[in-house]
């Protein structure tokens, strides 16, 4: 199994509509956790974190459910410019070593 | 602000040759990552540096791979006897900190630069 796990879509949605992805992880260490968004053959950036009480950033939702390790993200009212790829991100702690684990990301295709 | 920058931007080489891959972290992050991104396939971890040490050198795929960092600023990626499947695109982050429970949870954001695409003939 993955360490973090989401389904690679796509997802083709019109505009206008509400979108929700999911991404598991394994390792119940896991301390933080981040959605990244990345464009077509350009760099990754950071969306947003992920608090355990969950947050909203405008149309964007995260929530993590540490019990049944899994953080989602929901886009209400979807934009043509929201047609990306999602990465789950989460970070693990070991010591002195603090690791990343990215997913392979959710494609998202908003549609006119 | 100045970002993260790498360089060269693009790098086309012949098999078996060694390549050398550069970045240059925002100023004052101490925590830079290595990527690599394969066409339409998820980021690859490769290697971290928390200042010039590296803790996890657990993603470099294979002893041709090496990497370091000095003063704690530039970077460099080094890759021997390139074969066709080092190619990529090789992403550079870096981070204000790694983090711990003291510092903000925003500390942890990478930003990521533009990478360098390595073709290996």
């Known amino acids: 199994r993955k360490e973090v796990e989401q389904d690679p879509g796509p997802f083709n949605v019109p505009e206008g509509a509400t979108v929700a992805f999911n991404c598991t992880y394994s390792?119940?260490?896991?301390?933080?956790f981040f959605w990244y968004r990345q464009d077509c053959r350009k760099e990754p950036k950071l969306l947003m974190s992920?608090?355990?009480?969950?947050n909203e950033d405008g149309r964007f939702t995260a929530q993590l459910n540490r019990a049944s390790q899994y953080i989602s993200l929901l886009i209400r009212d979807s934009k043509l410019s929201d047609s990306a790829t999602y990465l789950c991100?989460?970070?693990?702690?070991?010591?002195?070593?603090?690791?990343?684990?990215w997913g392979l990301g959710t494609s998202l295709a908003v549609n006119p | 602000g100045a970002g993260v920058s790498q360089s060269p931007s693009n790098k086309v080489t012949e098999k078996g040759k060694d390549v050398e891959l550069r970045c240059d972290p925002i100023?004052?992050?101490?925590?830079l990552y290595w990527y690599r991104q394969s066409l339409g396939q998820g980021l690859e971890f490769l290697i971290y540096?928390?200042?010039?040490?590296?803790?996890?050198k657990s993603g470099l795929p294979s002893d041709r791979f090496s990497a370091e960092r000095t003063g704690g600023s530039v970077s460099t990626l080094t890759i021997q006897r390139t074969q066709q499947e080092d190619s990529a695109v090789y992403l550079c982050?870096?981070?204000?900190?790694?983090?711990?429970?003291?510092?903000?949870?925003?500390?942890?954001?990478?930003?990521f630069g533009p990478g360098t695409r390595l073709t290996v003939l």
């Open positions: 982050a870096s981070s204000p900190a790694v983090g711990d429970g003291e510092i903000p949870i925003s500390y942890n954001e990478q930003f």
């Open positions: 100023s004052g992050h101490t925590a």
């Open positions: 540096f928390q200042g010039n040490s590296a803790p996890d």
């Open positions: 390792n119940s260490a896991s301390q933080s």
């Open positions: 992920v608090y355990s009480s969950g």
């Open positions: 991100v989460v970070r693990l702690e070991a010591g002195n070593n603090r690791k990343l684990i």
